[in-house]
């Protein structure tokens, strides 16, 4: 079954799909028409914001970074006319993740959002449910087992395992979403800032967490990217967005290390700036920076 973003869809029409959703993004954008999937990690500072362009023109947003850098970092990757996101995703509502998503929806008219429904009583929290409200755009809870198309490139949902609408969480980070970026043979680990419990119950699952490339959870914290975690996702490459001289010592030394025991090439924002990774059908990659 699909939709049409910018379709009404009522909340039994949304149950009724179960365990998978499949979202077509039909709205009018502008590619680079190379052919390429283009995925960028913003340079926003201490907080996470990707961006996704499709090869026919489909353009996400996976959370927006803690303040309003994210206008400028969107305005050297998209055309300065183009004021329209088909799909922002928010990965859990903490500020270094949310907070930028703000000035997003008061600057582009996005056709969809979508989250977990997990509870958030902050006044940052209060203040994007008006925004989405007055934005209008469809709203999807994902979890498990759900599926996003987006112009030749899907989003796998891998986490979280079941409904959160209105659940509280002591740390939000463990209620986030974890999405697996399908691009003909390749794939990309999203991973927000789900700490080891996560990272162990995704490996002890047995989900198919096997991928090309990964965002580093957590900004490298030492809370997360578990040894066993890091050699079952087996990546050719890694990324972390993580702010310059932040107070919290991110990436930390364990991390670094660990990738560094793999082999693993990584790059990070605090010193790279934003990256881009360009994958295209045939298997090739690029990461420019």
């Known amino acids: ?18 365990g998978l959703v499949l979202v077509a993004f039909l709205s009018f954008s502008f590619g680079s028409n190379d052919g390429l999937l283009h995925i960028y990690f913003l340079d926003v500072g201490q907080g996470d ?18 303040d309003e850098t994210i206008l400028q970092r969107l305005g050297e990757v998209m055309p300065f006319y183009d004021r329209v996101i ?24 996005v056709l969809a959002i979508a989250e977990t429904g997990m509870a958030c009583e902050t006044s940052l929290c209060a203040e994007w449910k008006n925004l989405k409200t007055d934005e209008g755009a469809d709203l999807i809870n994902l979890v498990l087992g759900q599926e996003m198309e987006a112009g030749g490139a899907r989003f796998l949902v891998l986490h979280p ?32 800032d789900i700490e080891k419990q996560v990272e162990n119950k995704l490996v002890s699952a047995g989900i198919n967490i096997d991928s090309d490339f990964l965002k580093i959870a957590h900004h490298g914290s030492k809370t997360s990217s578990t040894e066993e975690f890091i050699k079952k996702v087996s990546p050719l490459a890694a990324f972390i967005e993580v702010g310059r001289n932040n107070k919290y ?10 990738l560094a025991d793999f082999k693993i090439p990584y790059y990070r924002t605090d010193i790279d700036g934003t990256v881009e990774l360009r994958l295209d059908r045939a298997g090739g990659y690029k990461v420019i920076k």
């Open 86 to 109: 088909d799909l922002v995703i928010n990965t859990h509502p903490d500020a270094d993740h949310l907070a930028g998503l703000l000035s997003v929806l008061e600057r582009y008219k």
């Open 161 to 192: 395992f079941e409904d959160e609408t209105g659940k509280t969480f002591s740390k939000r980070n463990n209620g986030g979403i974890v999405l697996k970026l399908v691009f003909g043979s390749q794939s990309l680990l999203l991973t927000g």
């Open 249 to 258: 010592g991110h990436p930390t030394e364990e991390v670094i290390n660990r």
């Open 49 to 66: 914001a990707i961006f996704v362009e499709t090869p026919s023109g489909k353009q996400i947003l996976i959370d927006g970074g803690p």
């Open 1 to 18: 079954m699909k939709f049409e973003m910018g379709e009404n869809i009522s909340k039994k029409e949304w149950a009724i799909l179960g």
